[in-house]
């Protein structure tokens, strides 16, 4: 046998990069500096922000549920693991050595019996390499550390504590929650939201004649902001029977607005939700990943589909094709539903056995590298739309046509949803199935769009469109049984959900690889699936 040298250069390359056999194409530590750099910038003068990494949740005995991180945690730092905490500084901070830093990550510590039975851990070490901090220290140094948090303007967290955690084995989010907690003095009801000082602001500032405006404007918000309805001073302003009543209530109102405590819950979250809304190309090239995939699960289920096919089946088929590119997760409980079971806008059962001749509505995406995709396809199990599911199809493809055209730089957020409730108004009353134009019905039960990216119904600002943003243009027709309309309607149920980019040049459909017109789809249904030969033994004769 010949003796080949193999070149060091090549080996090298491959111990490095080669053979790590795990995904490489995350978002970079550059990435999630440059997030924490903008953010910093944004933060006001003498204010930290503390933010906490998902808990790990158990599900019975030693098993827990499968781990996933708080978007917001990742998008600031790239760490997947639980039991973190990132703390960043407005300005510079000097330790005792007369060095400066402004940001420190905590991170779960290396374990050697922990990481045997449940995976590996970063450690203080790999957090400092692989994500990029100066200054990285173990979660347990938390508690024990000495930030004086009460030196600053402000503590921002992100939202209010759930405190929906458990507390398990070592330090874990119980732990350091309680630790910040004891350090700020945080008490929940020690703050007030942005939308109750809204109204405290508008109370305050709204001179006595001019007090049924205000209470106007509050009776038309407190359905939505139900805390509204529970404050003592603003529901006592409203029901005020005399003006002594009503001053007294602006005093206290006044007084209750002095904020008590350093730490606030909406800055972050707000702050975060705008930088969310606007994708980096970095951000785009995995979202859109993402969303390929689940185009492909869509066209490889249509081309499998069988009448005899059970919901969990066609289910198990979208979800192999994302597995097969390597996605990690899915972005949200699949929803498959044949006929009736359509119509539950988040059916997640998927447990009918047979979806025979009815429509399949299919709405599911792929989570890679953390992005998400939210992909919705209707189809016609056994290949071909019968009349009446094809005219109510239609329906539901012309609006979605029209939202994704309103979906443009400048419009509303509210634009596509107004287009496509339009065209299903149109549609719904040319059939007979509303009586008048402006008739209220409950065949489209809810909005068309969403901002998507790290979370399936992802944060943003819900002002105009801006470049970069992607939504989801998703309109519907429901027709339980039982509806107040010809028979022949009944049980069908269409959705088409679609992705869309929205780009100084116009809108740009992420998901158009999956067919959406109803004849596309027939085409489609028509192709051979690899699935065809695929079956499996008879386990119950
Ligand atoms: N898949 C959830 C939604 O469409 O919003
Ligand atoms: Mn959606
Ligand atoms: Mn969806």
Redesign the pocket.
């Known amino acids: 046998m010949k003796l080949i040298k193999f070149p060091l250069f090549l080996l090298l390359l491959i111990s490095v990069v080669g053979f790590s056999q795990t995904p490489t194409d995350f978002l970079t530590k550059e990435f999630h500096k440059e997030r924490r750099d903008i953010l910093r910038l944004k933060m006001p003068k003498n204010t930290v922000a503390v933010v906490f990494s998902n808990s790990l949740k158990n599900r019975a005995n030693d098993v827990d549920y499968v781990f996933h991180q708080d978007p917001n945690f990742y998008y600031l730092t790239g760490y997947r693991e639980p039991n973190g905490v990132l703390v960043m500084f407005s300005e510079n901070q000097v330790d005792a050595n007369g060095d400066t830093y402004n940001e420190i990550l905590y991170v779960q510590k290396r374990d050697a019996r922990a990481e045997q039975w449940n995976g590996k851990r970063l450690g203080v070490e790999g957090a400092k390499s692989k994500l990029g901090f100066k200054i990285t220290m173990n979660s347990d140094e938390f508690e024990k550390s000495s930030i004086d948090f009460k030196k600053f303007n402000k503590v921002f967290i992100d939202g209010k504590f759930k405190d929906d955690y458990r507390n398990l084995r070592g330090i874990d989010i119980f732990d350091l929650v309680e630790s910040f907690k004891q350090k700020t003095n945080y008490k929940p009801d020690n703050y007030i939201s942005q939308v109750k000082m809204y109204f405290y602001s508008q109370i305050k500032d709204t001179p006595l004649e001019n007090r049924a405006n205000v209470v106007a404007v509050i009776k038309q918000y407190q359905n939505q902001y139900t805390e509204l309805q529970k404050d003592k001073f603003i529901q006592g302003y409203i029901k005020a029977k005399d003006e002594n009543l009503v001053k007294e209530m602006r005093q206290k109102i006044t007084l209750a607005m002095n904020p008590k405590t350093i730490v606030d819950v909406d800055f972050l979250g707000a702050t975060l939700a705008d930088m969310r809304e606007i994708k980096t190309p970095a951000e785009l090239k995995l979202l859109t990943k993402a969303i390929r995939i689940s185009a492909v699960g869509q066209i490889e289920v249509m081309k499998a589909m069988k009448p005899h096919m059970s919901e969990t089946e066609l289910q198990g088929i979208h979800e192999f094709v994302y597995k097969k590119y390597g996605a990690e997760y899915e972005?949200?409980p699949s929803?498959v539903g044949a006929g009736n079971n359509g119509c539950i806008?988040?059916y997640i059962e998927n447990n009918k056995t047979k979806v025979g001749n009815d429509l399949v509505l299919m709405?599911?995406?792929a989570e890679y590298r953390g992005y998400t995709a939210?992909v919705?396809r209707t189809i016609p199990a056994n290949g071909k739309f019968t009349k009446e599911q094809k005219a109510i199809y239609n329906i539901v493809y012309n609006a979605q046509e029209a939202g994704i055209k309103a979906s443009v730089v400048g419009a509303s957020f509210g634009a596509p949803n107004a287009a496509c409730k339009q065209e299903i108004n149109k549609g719904l009353f040319a059939l007979g199935i509303i009586k008048s134009l402006d008739e209220k019905h409950n065949y489209l039960p809810?909005g068309v769009s969403?901002y998507l990216g790290l979370d399936?119904?992802d944060p943003g600002t819900y002002r105009a469109f801006r470049a970069n943003t992607v939504i989801?243009v998703?309109p519907g027709i429901y027709i339980p049984e039982g509806s107040p309309c010809d028979k022949k309607w009944w049980g069908i149920a269409v959705?088409i959900?679609d992705d869309i980019l929205i780009t100084e040049n116009g809108p740009v459909n992420l998901s158009a690889e999956a067919p959406r017109k109803s004849d596309e789809i027939e085409k489609m249904m028509a192709k051979k699936s690899v699935l065809d030969e695929f079956v499996l033994p008879n386990l119950d004769k």
């Open positions: 972005g949200y929803i806008l988040h709405d599911l995406g939210d919705t809810h969403h399936v119904h989801t998703e959705r959900e």
